[in-house]
């Protein structure tokens, strides 16, 4: 899977890099909503290199409904903030028996969610705008999450929400994603929160809603002088109730920074 995943980051055309290679520092936090200083300090951004890109494998379960049985699985992701892309494999068995890859991507503006039996046959195949703005959202979660720095540059833009919590809004393409982030006495998120994601309808995956969406954290650890969580989850927050349905593990060993595409 790793080797497949690394061919295709390598065919798509990004920016090799490097990016930007100024420290971040206090001033770059300064006007910034308390809360959200907060986290960048917690997360060790302050004098160290800004990212702009990484490269991480976690291993977890997945389900595609709340009556569903969780299925393991695992998944690599590519992201990189030069040219705002994500792309991130998933690939579990269906039944334990049927091999199921899934393929999240966010290029050049636009969203797109493949899924192919076996990697041959494909099942579903989602994209336009619904999914041009909630792959949007997941990147911008991914950069609180794993790539802080990422965030600060002219397209992201901060507000102010209570005494532990800042909303967060990334422009790309023409699109907003908006998101809350809330975070502990140290600056550490426990949520990340947003209702510019669009769920599938079970009985018509061809149909989505818009929906409230977050990703709680459970943990978080050091590497390298650096802040990962230990564990994610993704939940929609629906009219019949949570659904929590992807539950994942980073891997340490796999993360990296500021890595060409494909590397």
Request: hydrophobic share 40%.
């Amino acid at each position: 899977m790793r080797a497949k995943f690394m061919r295709e980051v390598a065919s798509l055309g990004l920016p090799p890099g490097p990016g930007e290679a100024a420290l971040v520092t206090p001033h770059d936090l300064e006007g910034l909503p308390e809360p959200a200083e907060r986290f960048f300090r917690f997360m060790g951004v302050v004098g160290k290199p800004r990212d702009w890109s990484f490269r991480l494998a976690l291993e977890g379960r997945f389900r595609r409904t709340p009556a569903e049985a969780w299925m393991r699985c695992r998944a690599w992701q590519y992201n990189s903030s030069l040219s705002v892309a994500r792309i991130f494999h998933l690939k579990l068995s269906l039944g334990g028996l049927l091999p199921v890859v899934g393929r999240d991507t966010y290029l050049q503006g636009r969203g797109r969610m493949l899924i192919r039996l076996f990697d041959l046959f494909t099942v579903g195949d989602g994209a336009g705008e619904a999914y041009d703005l909630g792959e949007l959202v997941t990147y911008l979660n991914d950069a609180v999450a794993i790539a802080p720095s990422m965030l600060l540059g002219p397209a992201v833009s901060f507000s102010p929400v209570g005494a532990n919590a800042f909303g967060v809004a990334l422009a790309d393409s023409g699109h907003l994603a908006r998101a809350t982030v809330s975070v502990d006495g140290r600056g550490a998120p426990t949520n990340f929160e947003s209702s510019d994601r669009f769920c599938a309808d079970p009985k018509d995956p061809r149909k989505v809603t818009r929906a409230r969406w977050s990703t709680p954290v459970g943990g978080w650890q050091e590497i390298a002088g650096r802040r990962l969580f230990g564990r994610g989850q993704a939940v929609w927050h629906l009219d019949e109730g949570e659904f929590a349905y992807a539950d994942f593990t980073p891997l340490p060993a796999t993360l990296a920074f500021n890595v060409r595409p494909g590397t």
